[in-house]
């Protein structure tokens, strides 16, 4: 039995279709000369006569009408195959980190996980929430969504919009006939932060020492205090607004909403499973803007 050598039986096809060697030529990119050595390998090597020479060029020759309908499904079926086989090496797998604080694990980084893993089946995504930032130089993650107030130095990153914070309270209830409210405001500060972070200085200038009466390091567990009537606190939009129970008091400044910001490392960013996660994420974060921001409600 002959073994069929894929590049003489292309060429022959691509004489069949041209009309002429020449035409064959332009298309494949050959010189006329590969072109008749192909097509006079093919023949004798399978001991047919496939053409009928002329000086009008290459003309089929009746008898092997039936070779040429199988050469046309072998050429599918290789075609085919060559198309599976490239989807399969260009399948995206392998673990992905991905570290943010509460305020985007609590809400909308879960569903975007669940729905690029859906997409991409073959990654397997770890979600670490942490507030402190994990040092993407010493690969303790691969990619971070952060908040804050300039984009990270000597690293990839993309700014998706500015993080909407407001006060809350716990939602007021009619005044009993026995009792009102009172006038002082009471508090829950949030802690953790940088001295230097706006957020911090604004606390600090704002709310009243003897007024706050709970702390928490993170803004989920700022919410739960507030949620329980504890008193008022600064949570981000995307937190306080999903709430029920909470209302808004008053916006803030805008000098104190930080950006939120997509992070990878330059030596990680072309790795096909990091590249694919950070083009999820960046995409899908700015479709969610609105919740981002505050301007969902």
């Not at 079926?77 to 198309?83: D, G, I, K, P, S």
């Not at 209830?173 to 009471?186: E, F, I, S, V």
């Not at 230097?196 to 739960?224: C, E, K, L, M, N």
């Not at 990680?268 to 999820?280: A, C, E």
Request: glycine share 8%.
């Amino acid at each position: 039995m002959h073994k069929i050598n894929w590049d003489d039986f292309r060429v022959v096809l691509a004489v069949c279709d041209a009309g002429s060697v020449n035409g064959a030529a332009k298309q494949l990119g050959l010189n006329h000369a590969t072109i008749l050595r192909r097509v006079a390998n093919f023949e004798e090597r399978h001991g047919v006569s496939i053409f009928i020479k002329s000086g009008k060029g290459y003309k089929l020759n009746q008898s092997s009408a039936q070779i040429l309908n199988s050469l046309r499904s072998l050429d599918s079926a290789v075609v085919e195959l060559e198309r599976r086989l490239q989807g399969h090496e260009s399948a995206i797998s392998g673990v992905v980190r991905i570290t943010s604080t509460d305020s985007f694990t609590d809400r909308i980084l879960p569903e975007l996980v669940v729905d690029l893993c859906k997409n991409q089946q073959g990654l397997l995504v770890n979600l670490m929430t942490t507030n402190n930032a994990l040092d993407l130089d010493k690969t303790e993650a691969d990619i971070a969504v952060r908040a804050g107030f300039e984009p990270p130095d000597g690293l990839i990153s993309q700014e998706i919009c500015r993080l909407g914070i407001v006060i809350y309270r716990r939602q007021t209830r009619p005044t009993r006939a026995h009792g009102g409210p009172t006038d002082r405001q009471n508090w829950v500060r949030r802690t953790g932060l940088n001295a230097q972070s706006p957020i911090y200085q604004w606390q600090d200038q704002s709310i009243a020492g003897d007024t706050v009466v709970a702390q928490a390091d993170t803004f989920s567990s700022v919410a739960r205090f507030v949620t329980m009537g504890v008193g008022a606190g600064m949570i981000p939009c995307v937190l306080g607004d999903a709430i029920a129970g909470l209302e808004r008091i008053s916006g803030m400044p805008d000098n104190i909403r930080p950006g939120v910001w997509l992070v990878c490392h330059s030596d990680m960013i072309d790795l096909p499973h990091i590249r694919t996660t950070y083009d999820f994420l960046v995409e899908n974060l700015r479709v969610r803007r609105a919740e981002l921001i505050g301007d969902a409600v």
